[in-house]
């Protein structure tokens, strides 16, 4: 079983639909949580941090923490053109504060 | 504040040859990351420095790789010899030290082509 698991898409949404990204990780007591964005051929952009249970806005992202069932979700609102990138999840646990990648999910939002 | 910066950018070598990626995290942050990210992955931690001290070097091939950060702030990840399998893009981050909060702010990275 992978540690941090990702649906690798394409994910592909119309815009301003929501889109809705997914993620489950391996360790139990992982204590924070990240999403970041990465354009191809760029460098991987934090956009969301989440480090309690429940759900954190920020602009058009929320992202979504449920540490019983091991999982975090991003939320997208009124996508655009330009959310099309891949989405990395992150989770870091407390053996070593050593971060784990997911291999990301691809989103394309079709104009 | 300036963000991570790395050089080069990209580098092309044969295999068997050395190679050698530089990195100066954002000011202030104590910790610095290099990983490997392979087309199609999410980055893969190579090392790990607090300050200039190693906290994670677990997933760093040492036969052939290694990494230093003199004086807690630049840090050089060096390749000896390259193999194919090398061939990636090298990502520099950093972040405040912190055992909880630990917000990893990206460089450019170095694509590697090893031919």
């Known amino acids: 079983q992978k540690e941090v698991e990702q649906n690798s898409g394409p994910l592909s949404v119309p815009e301003g639909a929501i889109a809705s990204l997914n993620c489950t990780y391996s360790d139990r007591v992982s204590q924070s949580f990240f999403w970041y964005r990465q354009y191809s051929g760029k460098s991987p952009e934090l956009i969301m941090s989440?480090?309690?249970?429940g759900d954190k806005e920020d602009g058009r992202f929320t992202a979504q923490l449920n540490k019983a069932s091991q999982y975090v979700s991003l939320l997208i609102r009124d996508s655009q053109p330009s959310d099309s990138a891949t989405y990395l999840c992150a989770v870091r646990g407390t053996g070593g504060f050593k971060t784990i990648f997911g291999a990301g999910t691809r989103l394309f939002v079709k104009a | 504040e300036a963000g991570v910066a790395q050089s080069p950018r990209y580098k092309i070598i044969e295999k068997r040859q050395s190679v050698a990626f530089w990195c100066n995290p954002i000011s202030g942050h104590a910790t610095l990351y290099w990983y490997q990210q392979i087309l199609g992955q999410g980055p893969k931690l190579l090392i790990q420095f607090q300050n200039n001290g190693v906290v994670d070097d677990s997933q760093l091939p040492k036969d052939r790789f290694s990494a230093e950060r003199l004086k807690g702030v630049d840090s050089t990840l060096k390749i000896q010899p390259a193999k194919l399998e090398d061939s990636a893009v090298y990502l520099c981050a950093s972040s405040f030290s912190s055992v909880r909060y630990n917000e990893q702010f990206f460089g450019p990275g170095t694509r590697l082509t090893v031919l």
């Open positions: 989440i480090y309690s249970n």
